[in-house]
T-cell receptor, first 111, second 114 residues
Framework: TQLLEQSPQFLSIQEGENLTVYCNSSSVFSSLQWYRQEPGEGPVLLVTVVTGGEVKKLKRLTFQFGDARKDSSLHITAAQPGDTGLYLCAGRVGTASKLTFGTGTRLQVTL | GAVVSQHPSRVICKSGTSVKIECRSLDFQATTMFWYRQFPKQSLMLMATSNEGSKATYEQGVEKDKFLINHASLTLSTLTVTSAHPEDSSFYIC??????????FGNGTRLTVT
């Protein structure tokens, strides 16, 4: 079983602050995805990264895939209350369609 | 709009009864569907992978006789929790993929066993 450890587990910040969430593993992933999940709903895909060292931006969110494809980070600039939710990284090994989810980071952004 | 529909969204059942959860792909053929379980404030744990027309592959520690998965068509997979107990209470989520379609998630089913 490939383990994806996320840190921090929980983060409570004020609106306007920046934050970074980390996703680490000892396994190499062919691709890695980031999701956000609201209570009582399924996860929603934010981004997919496939190349080591790849950086993708989605408005105020910046995603990076580690050079060795074992880790990833999500940076949020000027967080807003609407960013509140559970952030999950998830990785695929090789050509397998199975997705292994990280341990999750619960973000709370207050006014 | 949703491309994967999960039903019901919430269900309450009595201990010892069985509950069936449906996962439907709405506009693509889902050759592979996945079933996850999520406890409060925790991440998604993969329970099993089902390929249309074949037996599901269960993850280690998941009882296949308790969590029956059927994927008889390219648009429908079902998860039946048999002889449910309070410890089976959880949020169950399906996801589906097929052909060129990326992975899509359902909106989950909250199961409460009393």
């Amino acid at each position: 079983t490939q383990l994806l450890e996320q840190s921090p587990q929980f983060l409570s910040i004020q609106e306007g602050e920046n934050l970074t969430v980390y996703c680490n593993s000892s396994s190499v992933f062919s691709s890695l995805q980031w999701y956000r999940q609201e209570p009582g709903e399924g996860p929603v895909l934010l981004v997919t990264v496939v190349t080591g060292g790849e950086v993708k931006k989605l408005k105020r969110l910046t995603f990076q895939f580690g050079d060795a494809r074992k880790d990833s980070s999500l940076h949020i600039t000027a967080a807003q209350p609407g960013d509140t939710g559970l952030y999950l990284c998830a990785g695929r090994v090789g050509t397998a369609s199975k997705l292994t989810f990280g341990t999750g980071t619960r973000l709370q952004v207050t006014l | 709009g949703a491309v994967v529909s999960q039903h019901p969204s919430r269900v309450i059942c009595k201990s010892g009864t069985s509950v069936k959860i449906e996962c439907r792909s709405l506009d693509f053929q889902a050759t592979t569907m996945f079933w996850y379980r999520q406890f409060p404030k925790q991440s998604l744990m993969l329970m099993a992978t089902s390929n249309e027309g074949s037996k599901a592959t269960y993850e280690q520690g998941v009882e296949k006789d308790k969590f029956l998965i059927n994927h008889a068509s390219l648009t429908l997979s079902t998860l039946t929790v048999t002889s449910a107990h309070p410890e089976d209470s959880s949020f169950y989520i399906c996801s589906a993929t097929g052909g060129d379609s990326p992975l899509h998630f359902g909106n989950g089913t909250r199961l409460t066993v009393t």
